[in-house]
């Protein structure tokens, strides 16, 4: 019996070694009693391998290792996965990232499943198409947006989205180039700079990275920076309406800017997403500016307007004035990243591009804004009526709230523990954020109503 459960032993063990080695585990001692004997030892029990993972002997990209802690959006979401695992019954309202909430207006959303559905049939069947867009809708796009400052169709490339262009942009402009921004602006400019290896290390004590110039935009300046202050850079980008104040700039500000830019022999990203919710004399486009061809490339999308955050639409648009230092056409380079890089946007996608500039779909689109824009109204009046200074609003779907003396990550906590909704931290945007909250109107119209309830118990 001796020799069986010998045998016994030293069968599992072999066996088992073996499975387990395959799996880098290892053995390790423990008693277990065979059925009906006594003192058997099976030596059977698995822990984790202290053997190191293998590693290839490639470096990490150093740049990366710049970024802090993760993008700020993806950081907002899982902090709201954290909150809702503490508190699973609760009601979650998210008035942080900017991400439409209505559905697409069905007239469009219409001629997109029609394109859809032609894919289905001989006839109607495409491949891949022109990596700058469909001519019909480049040509849309300028005479619909461009039509009185001289833009042509083939100034317009067609792209899945303004984020995705502002990537394809930093490829164009390369890693030995300097930038400004406004301070504070939507991340991906900064994030996208640091990735391109065109800033220094992050300096914690300012919260700011090395070899960027940061515009800082203020309740006091009028949210447009003081550009006597601001040094040559090869790069500026500018957001307006901004995202996250929701200023938008004048046209006497605009003006400035671009001479600015001229005068330092600079190239002026203007970003245009929220152009539509303009509803003074702001411009709508950097090309209203005299003399801004010369030196702007502008990129704008269809997410904010017609719901396609998810669909993923948007163009950039550069002039063939638009020159190097050398004399070569900025437009020829970008053709040649974007066809390097991209196919095209989704042809489906297209055709909600082009049912969006028809007569029918533009008051479609308009209307969408009218949506949000109210919701806006409701949350300026809430925090108005509570005594909080508010900016933004106005020509934006966005409202920046004033917490003086207090942290955004702090107060974005209080309201999100207290209330159950989700906002963006100011700083998020840059250190000129600090002290504010944005709090998106991308929601539907009960629960604006709600969370402004909820921020009124709290505030009151």
């Known amino acids: 019996m001796a020799a069986i ?12 070694s073996t499975f387990l080695g395959q799996h880098k585990l290892r053995l390790r001692s423990q008693n277990v009693s065979l059925p009906g004997k006594t003192g ?29 802690a993760g993008y700020l959006f993806p950081e907002i979401a899982r902090r709201r996965s954290a909150h809702m695992l ?23 959303s219409s001629a997109m499943a029609q394109r859809a559905h032609d894919l ?11 990596e700058q867009g469909e001519k019909q809708l480049r040509a849309s796009i300028a005479s619909t947006f461009y039509a009185n400052v001289g833009i042509e169709e083939d100034e317009i490339f067609v792209s899945d989205g303004a984020k995705s262009d502002i990537s394809r942009l930093q490829v164009l402009f390369g890693s030995n180039v300097t930038m400004a921004v406004q301070d504070p602006s939507y991340p991906a400019y900064v994030d996208s700079s640091v990735i391109m290896g065109q800033t220094g290390q992050f300096q914690k004590d300012v919260e700011k990275y090395g070899n960027i110039a940061y515009m800082r935009c203020t309740p006091e300046n009028g949210f447009f920076p003081d550009l006597s202050s601001v040094p040559r850079t090869d790069i500026i980008f500018f957001c307006s309406p901004n995202n996250p104040t929701g200023a938008a700039a004048s046209r006497e500000q605009l003006t400035k800017l671009v001479r600015f830019a001229k005068s330092n022999g600079s190239i002026l990203v203007y970003d245009s997403a929220y152009a539509m919710y303009i509803c003074d004399d702001s411009p709508k486009s950097i090309f209203e500016i005299p003399g801004a061809k010369e030196v702007a490339i502008e990129v704008s999308s269809f997410s904010k307007y017609a719901g396609f955050t998810g669909v993923r639409l948007g163009w950039t648009a550069i002039p ?13 380079d970008f053709n040649r ?45 809430t925090f108005k009526s ?39 931290p100011g700083s998020g945007f840059g250190p000129g954020g600090e002290g504010f909250v944005r709090v998106s109107a991308f929601g539907h119209r009960e629960n604006v109503v709600e969370a402004c309830r909820r921020f009124k118990e709290l505030y009151k």
Request: aromatic share 10%; proline share 5%.
């Open 337 to 381: 990243i974007v066809c390097t890089s991209f196919n095209g946007a989704s042809n489906i996608a297209q055709a909600g591009g082009l049912a969006c500039l028809s007569p029918d779909g533009f008051k479609a689109m308009k209307d969408v804004v009218s949506f949000y824009k109210e919701n806006t109204e409701i949350i300026m009046e």
């Open 40 to 68: 058997g030892i099976v030596r059977c029990v698995a822990t984790p391998s202290k053997e190191t993972s293998y590693k290839t002997k490639v470096s990490r990209n150093e740049n990366l290792a710049k970024l802090q």
């Open 5 to 16: 459960q010998q045998s016994l032993s030293t069968s599992i063990s072999s066996s088992t």
């Open 86 to 108: 503490k508190h699973p019954d609760a009601q979650i309202i998210s008035l942080g990232i900017g991400d439409t909430t209505e559905p697409i207006p069905e007239f469009i």
């Open 320 to 332: 063939k004035v638009l020159l190097y230092s050398d004399g070569f056409p900025v437009a020829k």
């Open 386 to 424: 509570l005594g909080y200074k508010v900016y933004g609003g106005k020509n934006a779907p966005y409202v920046w709230v004033h917490f003086p003396g207090r942290s955004s990550w702090e107060v974005f906590s209080e309201i999100l523990e207290k209330t159950h909704v989700v906002t963006t």
């Open 120 to 130: 289905s049939t001989l006839k109607g069947y495409s491949g891949y198409g022109a």
